[in-house]
């Protein structure tokens, strides 16, 4: 296997992952870009939209250039241009493009950390350096990651295990840092790692489908958890399925009843159960007809305003005596008439 290895790194080339982001002139007056950025997280928002996307990425840069130990900036950065790769562009050049701005950023990110720059300064590898890393280096970490796999991945496959230990060196970082990071994001990655290496390279399927399943507890409203467990593992497998009720779940599902933060990631997996349905009977080997869902997502409810009800009292009020009417003479029994109200309806 070894020779193997060697023969695909000699006649492929070693394709190396982007370098860090750096900004020229960069201050720290991070004051001036509060207008910058907030501009930019509106935009965010929307990020659904490629356009606002990309406009709030061009702010957030500004913002970084200016205020390069911003970690916030530099993980917005990391994960939008991740985003744009994954869901907005269907070109592999622009993807791959998408996932190397991904990368540079995310690693200028973690070079906030002082620990980690130092150790890449002396010549130290990243997957000593991520040894650094604290819970505040969790959202760079965890999206470089991503983007390095994704980039890597649709590089061949002498670059995917060329950067698999870097990619894998951050990942388990983040779990133990934070084994919960993002919506099942930890199980979710291990999940498609599992499934998606070459036989020879460690493919374990059984370990693939515990840590998707670990996903899905963790988040069910995660639509990317399902359909990675379809798109990776049960192709993989052959369990149709399995494909069939995570595929057929996330085409039913209505973003709005499910996670607020993640409308628009959920969008983009919609988008792509509805592509891999298409291809099911390329995926599988002379498929039966599909089943109908077992388990329904969530229903949307649409919020229902609070309404105040009104108490009205009413109170009888004593007539005023007329003028010249007599009292009634002392010791004379007079007699009261109980009239009932009826409420208005």
Not at 157 to 180: C, F, Q, R, W
């Amino acid at each position: 296997m070894k020779q193997i290895l060697a023969l695909l790194l000699l006649t492929t080339g070693c394709k190396k992952a982007p370098e860090a982001f750096t900004a020229d002139n960069a201050t720290q007056d991070s004051s001036a870009n509060e207008a910058l950025i907030e501009a930019a997280d509106q935009l965010w928002e929307d990020r659904g939209n490629k356009d606002s996307l990309t406009q709030a990425l061009s702010k957030y840069e500004e913002a970084f250039k200016a205020d390069i130990s911003n970690r916030e900036v530099g993980y917005k950065l990391t994960r939008g241009w991740y985003f744009i790769g994954d869901a907005h562009e269907s070109e592999l050049e622009n993807k791959l493009a998408a996932w190397e701005k991904a990368i540079s950023f995310g690693e200028a990110c973690l070079s906030i950390n002082a620990d980690f720059k130092a150790t890449l300064e002396k010549g130290g590898e990243k997957v000593e350096a991520i040894n650094a890393a604290t819970i505040d280096d969790v959202p760079c970490a965890y999206w470089t990651a991503s983007a390095l796999g994704k980039w890597a991945k649709n590089s061949g496959i002498a670059v995917t295990l060329k950067h698999i230990p870097t990619a894998k060196a951050y990942i388990s970082k983040v779990g133990e840092l934070d084994n919960d990071y993002y919506y099942g994001a930890v199980d979710r990655y291990w999940g498609a790692y599992y499934s998606g290496l070459p036989s020879f390279a460690g493919q374990d399927l059984n370990k693939s489908k515990g840590h998707f399943d670990n996903s899905i507890s963790i988040a069910p409203g995660n639509l990317a958890n399902r359909v990675l467990v379809a798109d990776y593992w049960a192709v993989k497998s052959q369990d149709i399925a399995t494909f069939d009720e995570n595929i057929q779940y996330v085409m039913a599902a209505d973003t709005r009843a499910l996670i607020p933060d993640l409308q628009p990631e959920n969008e983009a997996e919609k988008k792509k159960a509805a592509a891999l349905w298409e291809k099911r009977g390329e995926l599988f080997l002379d498929p039966p007809e599909a089943q109908p869902l077992q388990e329904q997502p969530p229903v949307y409810e649409e919020p229902v305003e609070d309404t105040v009800e009104e108490t009205v009292e009413e109170t009888t009020e004593e007539a005023p005596a007329e003028d010249g009417a007599e009292d009634p003479a002392e010791g004379e029994e007079t007699e009261t008439t109980e009239e009932s109200e009826t409420p208005a309806e």
